[in-house]
C-alpha cells in the first residue's frame, strides 16, 4: 500500500505521536509524509524528522490531501487540536475545501496523545482501516462529524463572513500572519467587504494590523476565502530548539565571526510576514525584519537555518505566545513608536530600490546602511 501522511502544526510533532504513527504507518506501506503549516516545520526541524516529513512545500493541508489523492492508496492526516472539537472543527474545515473527499480512503488520527483521541474515517472506504488503526493504537473509533462551511458568501459574492473556529476569549487572532484583533467571544466572524474587513465580530479589532494587512495607503484587497487564519499560540512549551549545520549556502560573516565562505549574501525583507519566513528567507544569508513580532516570530524560525536577522521594532509588541530564538550575528533596532513600518518602507525603497530581495558585499554593510536610513528614528539597538 501507498500511503500519504499530512502533518499539520507543531504540537502533534512535540508530542512525539507523529514519528511514532509515522513508524506504525510503515507496516502498512511505503509512507510519504508531508508537513502542513509554517512553525509545524520548524517542530520538525527541532525533532530531526526533515529526513522523514517533507517541509519543502507550503500547501495548505486540503492542498496536500489532494496531491496525494493522486499518487497514494490512502492518505492519513494527522492533528493536534487545542480541544477535540477543535480538532474535528480543524479536519472538517479541511474536507470541506477538498474536490472530492471520497477518491481515496482518508483517515483522521486527532490527538492520539490524548485520553480522548479520536481516529475518524472521512469516507466509506476508510472505515476497515480505520479501525485496524485504532485498534492497533487503543483509540476510539470514531464518526465522521458534519462538514463545516466557514465561509459564507452575501451580495452577489461582494460580501464574504468567514467564521473563525476553536477560538478561546483573550487570544490574538492573526490572519496571513498578522494579528488583527483579540478575541472576547468564541463567536468569531471576519467580515469583508470588496476584499476589505470591515468588521470581526466577536473580537476587538486591532486597526493597525488591518492597515498592515491591506498594506497601508495602497488599500491591497484580500481574498479571505484563502487567507491563512489562526487563533492562540503558536506552539507550546513542549520543546528543544535545534539548530540545523550551516551549509555552503547560508555560511557568511557574522560579527561573532563565522567563516564566509561566499563573496557576496544575499537580504531578504520580511516585512510582517512571518509565517512565510521558509519561502522568503530560501537561499538568503541575512533577513530584514520589520515590527517587534514579526523579528520574534522570523527570528526564531531563522534561528534553526543559521540565518541573523536586522530586525526593526518600535515596542508594539502584541504579547503573542512564542518562545523566541535569535541567531547569533543579528541586530535589532528599536525606532520611535509608530515608525517600524515607516522604517520599513525606507528600506525597501533605498537600499532595495523597491524590490524584496537584494545582494550585497557583506552582512556588516547592510547593518550599517540599515543604520544610516534609520539614523534619525533610532532610541536603541541591541546586537546578539
Not at 483521541?117 to 488503526?133: F, H, K, Q, Y
Amino acid at each position: 500500500m501507498e500511503i500519504g501522511i499530512v502533518v499539520h502544526g507543531p504540537d502533534i510533532v512535540d508530542s512525539g505521536m507523529a514519528g511514532r504513527i509515522i513508524e506504525i504507518l510503515k507496516d502498512f506501506g511505503r509512507t510519504d509524509a508531508i508537513m502542513a503549516g509554517t512553525i509545524g516545520k520548524t517542530a520538525i526541524l527541532d525533532a530531526r524528522m526533515e529526513d522523514v516529513v517533507d517541509i519543502s512545500s507550503s500547501l495548505k493541508p486540503s492542498e496536500c490531501i489532494e496531491k496525494y489523492f493522486l499518487t497514494k492508496d490512502a492518505v492519513f492526516l494527522l492533528n493536534r487540536g487545542k480541544t477535540i472539537d477543535n480538532g474535528r472543527a480543524f479536519a472538517s474545515i479541511v474536507v470541506s475545501n477538498l474536490k472530492d473527499r471520497n477518491i481515496k480512503p482518508l483517515i483522521q488520527i486527532e490527538s492520539p496523545s490524548s485520553p480522548d483521541g479520536e481516529v475518524v474515517p472521512w469516507n466509506t472506504s476508510s472505515v476497515i482501516l480505520a479501525d485496524e488503526i485504532s485498534k492497533l493504537l487503543g483509540m476510539h473509533l470514531s464518526d465522521a462529524p458534519d462538514v463545516v462551511r466557514p465561509i459564507r458568501i452575501e451580495n452577489q459574492g461582494h460580501r464574504i463572513i468567514r467564521k473563525v473556529f476553536g477560538v478561546h476569549p483573550g487570544e490574538k487572532i492573526l490572519i496571513n500572519g498578522i494579528i488583527v484583533g483579540k478575541a472576547i467571544s468564541e463567536d468569531i466572524n471576519i467580515i469583508t467587504e470588496e476584499g476589505f474587513i470591515t468588521n470581526i465580530a466577536g473580537a476587538q479589532v486591532k486597526e493597525h494590523g488591518l492597515e498592515k494587512l491591506h498594506n497601508y495607503e495602497k488599500r491591497d484587497p484580500i481574498d479571505i476565502t484563502k487567507c491563512w487564519v489562526k487563533s492562540g499560540p503558536l506552539r507550546s512549551n513542549n520543546f528543544t530548539v535545534r539548530q540545523t549545520v550551516a551549509t555552503a549556502e547560508n555560511r557568511h560573516f557574522t560579527d561573532n565571526g563565522n567563516v564566509q565562505t561566499a563573496t557576496t549574501i544575499r537580504a531578504v525583507m520580511i516585512d510582517h510576514e512571518a509565517e512565510r519566513s521558509f519561502e522568503l528567507a530560501d537561499g538568503a544569508q541575512v533577513a530584514i525584519t520589520i515590527g517587534d513580532d514579526t523579528t520574534e516570530i522570523a527570528g526564531d524560525i531563522l534561528f534553526r537555518l543559521n540565518i541573523p536577522v536586522i530586525g526593526i521594532t518600535d515596542g508594539d509588541l502584541d504579547g503573542f505566545s512564542h518562545r523566541k530564538h535569535i541567531y547569533p550575528g543579528s541586530l535589532v533596532f528599536r525606532v520611535r513608536a509608530g515608525y517600524d513600518d515607516v522604517v520599513g518602507r525606507m528600506i525597501r525603497s533605498e537600499i532595495f530600490e523597491g524590490h524584496n530581495t537584494g545582494v550585497f558585499i557583506s552582512i556588516s554593510e547592510i547593518k550599517d546602511r540599515v543604520r544610516e536610513v534609520a539614523d534619525k528614528h533610532i532610541k536603541f539597538r541591541r546586537n546578539y
